[in-house]
């Protein structure tokens, strides 16, 4: 590799794959979003390959350096200053012009971009590596509105295909769906299961989690190796296969009994969602 080794860096793609190894074929262990920050840690050989750590949640993997634009700690804190806008669908385009021209990016719940103040439906759009565009007004919202209601949220995700790794609404795991639901909340947690137990906050009583706490599951002697986020009166939403709503009640047609045999612990955030359970909605 010639030249010096970038300090950080800003992810310009939809989402960009974070790899074990420095190789397409490797085992995807997460993906970054359009607007996360990173600090490049070292190259491979080639310089083809940089291994970040995601500003976010300090997780590490390997990335192609095609996806994000070099920067300094400096410009990398201006990015984040700047990019007020978070995407709230699960998918949007930014387009050339208002809803027509050429197509400049996809974009992803939870990617985050330069948006201008909403006008005759649209928002002017700038991306990490300059390239600006329109996007839908209601696609996008400003990061001092308040986030969506957490139960809406889950019902649009219902469905979404498990994905080892995945943290697009194309594909999700069990700690990225988590992860991502209360990250648009205002609450940040780690990336895996094991470090978001780690997190969180063992609860006051035992019984029953409440709304917006997390259920951790694992074999006896093991490491925690799936997550669950309680919506109320025993149910909680996972992906485990889909994105779907379980039950810890054992009579329920909801309850896995297989995954409720595995039930390891229920702790708390250490900032509590907003929202109303769903048992309340659905009533």
């Known amino acids: 590799m010639t030249g010096a080794v970038p300090q950080c860096g800003v992810v310009s793609l939809a989402a960009l794959d974070l790899r074990r190894k420095p190789a397409h074929t490797s085992e995807m262990k997460s993906q970054l979003l359009l607007g996360e ?19 976010l949640d300090a997780y590490q993997g390997w990335i192609r350096n095609w996806g994000v634009v070099p920067c300094n700690a400096a410009r990398a804190r201006r990015w984040r200053e700047r990019a007020r806008g978070r995407v709230v669908c699960a998918y949007a385009e930014v387009r050339a012009g208002r809803g027509s021209g050429a197509l400049v990016s996809p974009v992803f719940w939870n990617g985050r971009l330069i948006a201008g103040p909403a006008r005759a439906g ?22 001092s509105t308040r986030a969506p209601d957490l139960v809406e949220r889950i019902r649009s995700l219902l469905g ?15 700690s990225a769906l988590v992860q991502l639901l209360l990250l648009e909340q205002g609450t940040v947690l780690p990336r895996d299961a094991h470090d978001q137990y780690r997190a969180s906050v063992p609860l006051a009583r035992s019984g029953t989690a409440d709304f917006g706490d997390l259920l951790f599951f694992g074999s006896p002697r093991g ?29 329920n047609p909801l ?9 390891r612990a229920c702790r708390r955030p250490r900032t509590t969602p907003r929202g109303s359970p769903w048992f309340v909605q659905n009533a």
């Open 37 to 55: 920050t990173v600090r490049v840690l070292r190259t491979s050989r080639d310089g083809l390959w940089w291994w970040v750590r995601n500003d």
């Open 160 to 174: 979404v295909p498990y994905l080892w790794g995945g943290r697009t609404p194309l594909g999700l795991d069990c």
């Open 255 to 263: 309850c896995d009994i297989e995954l409720l045999d595995q039930l």
């Open 223 to 251: 490491r925690l190796a799936h997550v669950g986020l309680a919506i109320g009166d025993g149910y909680f939403v996972h992906a485990r296969g889909r994105v779907m709503i379980g039950s810890i009640e054992p009579h």
């Open 122 to 143: 649209y928002r002017s759009a700038e991306l990490p590596d300059g390239r600006r565009g329109w996007i839908a007004a209601g696609a996008v919202r400003a990061a």
